[in-house]
């Protein structure tokens, strides 16, 4: 069918303003504070066959990973025939193309007269669904089972009634139920907003334009990534770094990259990645591609429009077995620890392809602190934060301070919610002074937050990185601050272990986090000198000697 440039305009961006649209709703009507607050959720639109065509303004880590569970729902799970208009399908199962168990993915067909027209989808972190550890991201599971309650891909929904038994079982297995349930109830009205948007669309244009449109659409990015990639010079580019370890063996994790460009396609063998780990930093395939996809289109330099069509052009090398491609039963939770380093070893090797525009790494990892309260009655209260650092300079600019980043597209939780709902006081929220990498253009400065306990008991869970190594400069430019950890208790300083869980605090107790700043980009001896100037004066650095002053 033929349809003229207009028409895919206005149903380009039509679909866009669904997928928005579905994003608003979940901000408007969820419970939970990282959800509401911390926005750890993502929705979009996909075409009749499951192909992520548009997507809201969300987070990297999410989009270019629904499109991938929502293929492997099709091809492995539950076929197109036997998924009806009203049926929502849900699961937060890795092994079955999902992130991790506290992602729960709902995924609803779009029809319009009779006919399959498009799939619409919605993913939200979840306070907690259960496990081991408050807010289930235990640093020390050693297999799935201990992560928290796996759904395997279910109708949640068939024929437009919900399954009671499985919502009961859901709320059963949490600590937080109203919360979670809260939350999902956000998803599924979500889903029911954007069908409604597709229908709309769909009513204007009829059924078979709009899904020559979305193919249309998929074949003009991939069109965009391909001259993209061509731009850039042929050759094979190599990249590692390094996790600080897995949380239950100490030992470093390797994750090395060979980039490959080649006219207009992209290969990326990560098969010197180390093996799968006894920790929870594993990743299966579908988490770690979507780290390749966001390296690639981000260092692209064009104005793509981001859906499935980019990836055609990239073919991803991961052994089964090493930890960008795990094997069942292996654990996941802080699988974002390896997509946020893969990311920043991608854009290692690309900066020896197109130096002039990829930034030194930043603070490349989730500081994800979760903190459960329990007061006189006993009654608990769980709290997950995910704490950011610094950005890398880019080759123009110095990077920003405190921003979330790469993988990232969170914001913080106010100061003023947390207080307000946990007997929880933070009592110092800043940038940290001298964090970011010493370069011609500085790396951006991490940030320092602390929490105290007004509870008579509470625990604390750490799963955290970029204690042991820094974000990499560039060019020349210096690395990022390390992370820090610290319990103050009675005036005395402890170091914490940045993955461990259940640290026993009591009242009074403060807990002290210093995230990593980016890196820096060119020699600091470069930095203009009313540049270091204004660095001192505002207290982005102490003394002149950082900087190479």
């Not at 939200?124 to 050693?142: E, F, K, L, Q, R």
């Not at 802080?334 to 790494?361: K, M």
Request: charged share 20%; net charge negative; aromatic share 6%.
């Amino acid at each position: 069918m033929t349809l003229n440039p207009i028409d895919i305009e206005i149903i380009r961006n039509a679909l866009s303003a669904a997928a928005a649209e579905m994003d608003v709703t979940i901000w408007r009507t969820s419970r939970s504070t990282i959800v509401r607050e911390l926005l750890d959720y993502s929705t979009a639109v996909f075409d009749a066959e499951g192909y992520n065509v548009a997507q809201s303004a969300r987070i990297p880590q999410h989009l270019n990973s629904m499109g991938h569970a929502l293929r492997a729902l099709l091809e492995h799970h539950v076929t197109a025939e036997d998924w009806a208009e009203d049926d929502v399908v849900c699961t937060n199962d890795p092994y079955s193309g999902a992130q991790h168990l506290n992602d729960i993915l709902v995924f609803r067909p779009v029809f319009f007269e009779g006919r399959r027209v498009a799939y619409v989808g919605a993913l939200a972190h979840h306070i907690d669904v259960g496990g081991m550890a408050p807010g289930s991201y235990a640093a020390t599971a050693t297999e799935l089972f201990q992560e928290g309650c796996r759904i395997p891909p279910m109708k949640l929904i068939e024929g437009g009634r919900l399954n009671k038994q499985v919502w009961a079982m859901l709320g059963a297995n949490v600590r937080k139920p109203d919360l979670m349930l809260g939350d999902l109830q956000s998803q599924l009205a979500s889903l029911n907003v954007g069908a409604a948007a597709i229908i709309r669309l769909a009513t204007r244009f009829g059924a078979e334009a709009l899904i020559a449109a979305q193919t249309r659409l998929l074949d003009m990015s991939e069109a965009q990534m391909r001259a993209a990639l061509a731009a850039m010079p042929d050759g094979t580019y190599e990249f590692e770094d390094f996790l600080d370890e897995d949380g239950v063996s100490g030992t470093p994790v390797r994750l090395h990259a060979a980039l490959t460009i080649a006219g207009d396609t992209a290969t990326v063998d990560l098969s010197g990645c180390a093996p799968q780990q006894a920790g929870p930093v594993n990743c299966t395939i579908g988490m770690s591609a979507c780290a390749v996809f966001y390296a690639l289109m981000a260092a692209t330099d064009t104005d793509l429009f981001p859906n499935a069509g980019c990836y055609r052009p990239v073919s991803i090398v991961a052994p089964l077995g090493s930890v960008v491609n795990c094997r069942f039963p292996a654990p996941v939770a802080h699988r974002v620890s390896i997509t946020h380093r893969l990311a920043n070893v991608l854009f290692g090797a690309l900066h020896q392809a197109v130096p002039d525009r990829i930034p030194a790494a930043y603070y490349g990892g989730s500081y994800v602190a979760s903190i459960q309260t329990v007061d006189a009655g006993h009654h608990r209260e769980v709290l997950v934060e995910i704490e950011i650092g610094g950005v890398g300079a880019s080759p123009r600019a110095d990077g920003a301070s405190a921003f979330s980043a790469g993988m990232h597209n969170n914001a913080n939780i106010p100061v003023e919610m947390i207080e307000a709902t946990m007997p929880l006081s933070i009592t110092r929220y800043a940038l940290l002074p001298d964090s970011g990498g010493a370069g011609r253009f500085r790396g951006g400065l991490g940030l320092l937050r602390e929490w105290r306990v007004d509870s008579p008991t509470a625990s604390f869970g750490a799963n955290m990185e970029r204690f042991r190594f820094a974000p990499f400069g560039l060019a020349g430019g210096g690395a990022g601050s390390l992370g820090r950890l610290t319990l103050i208790r009675d005036g005395v300083e402890t170091p914490l272990p940045p993955k461990s869980d259940g640290n026993r605090l009591r009242r009074g107790d403060v807990v002290r986090l210093e995230t990593s700043g980016g890196g820096g980009f060119g020699d600091p001896r470069a930095r203009e000198p009313g540049a270091l100037a204004r660095d001192l004066r505002e207290g982005v650095v102490t003394a002149p000697g950082v900087y190479g002053g």
